[in-house]
């Protein structure tokens, strides 16, 4: 089975500054996704950014990055300059069999507040 | 585009009682999950369905849940009858096809058993 570890439940940073997420995961599969998904209070799941495990590079999408260590499985988000519209709840995800994207181990999920 | 619409928003039921969701899938999606999100944890997947067949019903309380997805489109979630432990957000989402196709997710019903 695999399992997604989020050891952060809560977070806080201040605007315009940088922040990072942890995420550490097991999985048996040799090519596989990894996801973060930001869940605001409206409760829609929003991809932020995706990680192909066999490409060394790690993904950036615009202020979002991350730093992906696959001997470590470890998988952690950078978000840089934050922004009050960053404040929402932070998910790395992991698709079953590596590539079933909506078929998903979800960790538990950690709390980012953005102050002004 | 039209998202993956989900109704209702918000339901208060008492114990014991049945409840049901629905979902409308982005349109020519086959793939449709559903997942229960319990306050302050990850979602869990409830069910996968490819077109109105079942995929995947391995983590659905069968003795209380029930799905159907008709003709392949729109799908309902049932709870009969509902437990406190039911209260949670209830996820839709669907994907084009079953891989290497993201998956986009509803705004969910949140439930309220009482």
């Known amino acids: 089975a695999q399992t997604v570890t989020q050891s952060q439940p809560e977070m806080s940073v201040q605007e315009a500054e940088t922040v990072t997420l942890s995420c550490t995961y097991d999985?048996?599969?040799?090519?596989?996704?990894l996801f973060w998904y930001k869940q605001p209070p409206s409760r829609q799941m929003i991809l932020v950014i995706r990680?192909?495990?066999?490409?060394?590079q790690n993904a950036t999408e615009n202020r979002f990055s991350v730093n992906f260590q696959k001997a470590a499985k470890s998988f952690s988000l950078k978000i840089s300059d934050s922004q009050l519209g960053d404040t929402a709840m932070y998910f790395c995800?992991?698709?079953?069999?590596?590539?079933?994207?909506?078929?998903?181990?979800f960790g538990q999920g950690t709390i980012l507040t953005v102050h002004p | 585009e039209a998202g993956v619409a989900q109704s209702p928003r918000y339901k208060i039921i008492e114990k014991r009682q049945s409840v049901a969701f629905w979902c409308n899938p982005i349109?020519?999606?086959?793939?449709l999950y559903w997942y229960q999100q319990i306050l302050g944890q990850g979602p869990k997947l409830l069910i996968q369905?490819?077109?109105?067949?079942?995929?995947?019903d391995s983590q659905l309380p069968k003795d209380r849940f029930s799905a159907e997805r008709l003709k392949g489109v729109d799908s309902t979630l049932k709870i009969q009858p509902a437990k406190l432990e039911d209260s949670a957000v209830y996820l839709c989402a669907s994907s084009a096809t079953l891989k290497n196709t993201e998956a986009f997710f509803g705004q969910g019903t949140r439930l309220t058993v009482v």
């Open positions: 369905f490819q077109n109105n067949g079942v995929v995947d």
């Open positions: 990680q192909e495990a066999y490409k060394q």
């Open positions: 349109s020519g999606h086959a793939t």
């Open positions: 995800a992991l698709p079953h069999g590596g590539t079933s994207y909506g078929k998903l181990t």
């Open positions: 999985t048996s599969e040799s090519n596989y996704y």
